[in-house]
């Protein structure tokens, strides 16, 4: 069946390094991919998504990209914030529509001052 | 984009008793989906409940344990039966909508079973 594996955490980094999170999926067709972001004591949020290969999704500074040849969607941060503290999520949905995502276990950041 | 509450926010139950959690949308959706999420860890598809017909369970889940209602296209409820420490876990109430293929998550009930 379809899965996600990241990399495992936690992430510890000083204020304004860069980050790297990988993520990796095995689905049949041409799926999905996503990154959400649930900060402390609050809910899951949409961070980005590309729905096609090599698309680009991006917000807030974080990008990822779609690359169909290493079934990867890495998540990267050119320079993260204290702000930025929070457990990332990626995930997959194979079949466009009504279907319910796929997730990863999830990356725990933490940014230091 | 949707806006989904669900309520209680979080409750602290006695094992053994059961808990309904209630999930609305602000606006009508197909279908809704409940997840579960353990303490440090990912969120597990419970069950897909789509309005007029039985909830489809995943592998693990079953309906005694996890009854689902869906009443009309806007609400849902999850009850968790015959409580264990086990079942003490975050529940998110998630729907569809939107631009294609987003999925929005409500805030979640913080279950703890003594």
């Known amino acids: 069946g379809d899965s996600v594996t990241q990399m495992e955490g936690p992430v510890t980094l000083s204020e304004e390094a860069f980050l790297t999170i990988n993520c990796t999926y095995t689905?049949?067709?041409?799926?999905?991919l996503f990154w959400y972001v649930q900060y402390p004591g609050e809910g899951l949020q949409l961070l980005l998504k590309?729905?096609?290969?090599?698309d680009k999704g991006s917000n807030k500074g974080f990008e990822a990209t779609y690359r169909k040849e290493t079934t990867s969607f890495h998540l990267e941060k050119g320079s993260v914030q204290v702000s930025d503290s929070a457990v990332y999520f990626c995930?997959?949905?194979?079949?466009?529509?009504?279907?319910?995502?796929?997730f990863g276990k999830g990356t725990r950041l933490s940014v230091i001052a | 984009s949707a806006v989904i509450s669900q309520k209680p926010s979080r409750d602290i139950c006695q094992r053994g008793t059961s808990l309904t959690i209630q999930c609305q949308v602000d606006?009508?959706?197909?279908?809704m989906f409940w997840y579960r999420q353990q303490p440090g860890q990912s969120l597990t598809l419970i069950a897909t409940?789509?309005?007029?017909?039985?909830?489809?369970?995943e592998s693990g889940f079953v309906i005694d344990k996890f009854p689902i209602s869906r009443p009309n296209l806007t609400f849902s409820t999850l009850t968790v039966s015959n409580m264990s420490p086990e079942d003490s876990s975050i529940y998110l109430c998630?729907?569809?909508?939107?631009?294609?293929?987003?999925?929005?998550f409500g805030p979640g009930t913080r279950l703890t079973v003594l």
């Open positions: 998630s729907v569809t909508g939107g631009a294609r293929d987003t999925q929005y």
């Open positions: 689905a049949t067709g041409y799926p999905s």
């Open positions: 590309a729905t096609k290969a090599d």
């Open positions: 995930a997959l949905r194979s079949v466009s529509g009504n279907t319910p995502l796929v």
């Open positions: 606006s009508q959706v197909t279908m």
């Open positions: 409940a789509n309005q007029g017909s039985e909830a489809t369970y």
